[in-house]
T-cell receptor, first 109, second 114 residues
């Protein structure tokens, strides 16, 4: 069965520090991986997906099939990055998303 | 509408009562999903509707939970004989299957069972 693991419930950094939010998955095929973000009092929204190979708000994520990881990175964190981040997986683009338990990122001034 | 609309936004109910939660997806979105969001549990998949196909009910936690989607649009999630452990935020999302923009989520219904 597919599973997404986010080992950190809370990650606290100072503004300007690098950030890495960890995500590991278990799935025997070739999954599609996503990061979703929920800012305070806002709706959950898509941040990026691995297939697009894009950088959004300075964040990037690389799919490492050997390590079954899809860590989210940003070289210099900003206070406005403080939010809840969820990693998610789907078997293919016509299937449901399976989410991890989320990591709360706190960026202090 | 412009986004996914859920109602009510908050619901407090007594243990043992039935509740209905409503989701109005984005017009034209063929896929509709229900998730439950609770502290420490992340987003738990409940049920998925895709067009006229049979729904994927594999995430429903018990037979007290059911959902329907009428006319390929509005969906209702029903919880019968509510228990305190049902307290959570219930999120609905819709998407165009295969869309690169992913799911569009509603703002959720916060259910509190007392």
């Amino acid at each position: 069965a597919q599973r997404v693991t986010q080992p950190e419930k809370l990650l606290s950094v100072f503004k300007g520090a690098p950030v890495e939010l960890k995500c590991n998955y278990s799935y025997s095929g070739s999954p599609e991986l996503f990061w979703y973000v929920q800012y305070s009092r806002q709706r959950l929204q898509l941040l990026l997906r691995h297939i697009s190979r894009e950088s959004i708000k300075g964040f990037t994520a690389d799919l490492n099939k050997g390590e079954t990881s899809f860590h989210l990175k940003k070289p210099f964190a900003q206070e406005e990055d403080s939010a809840m981040y969820y990693c998610a997986l789907s078997k293919h683009n016509t299937d449901k998303l399976i989410f991890g338990t989320g990591t709360r990122l706190q960026v202090f001034p | 509408g412009a986004g996914v609309s859920q109602s009510p936004s908050n619901k407090v109910t007594e243990k043992g009562k039935d509740v209905e939660l409503r989701c109005d997806p984005i017009s034209g979105h063929t896929a509709l999903y229900w998730y439950r969001q609770s502290l420490g549990q992340g987003l738990e998949f409940l049920i998925y509707f895709q067009g006229n196909s049979a729904p994927d009910k594999s995430g429903l936690p018990s037979d007290r939970f059911s959902a329907e989607r009428t006319g390929g649009s509005v969906s209702t999630l029903t919880i019968q004989r509510t228990q305190q452990e049902d307290s959570a935020v219930y999120l609905c999302a819709s998407s165009l299957v295969g869309s690169i923009v992913g799911y569009t989520f509603g703002s959720g219904t916060r259910l509190t069972v007392v």
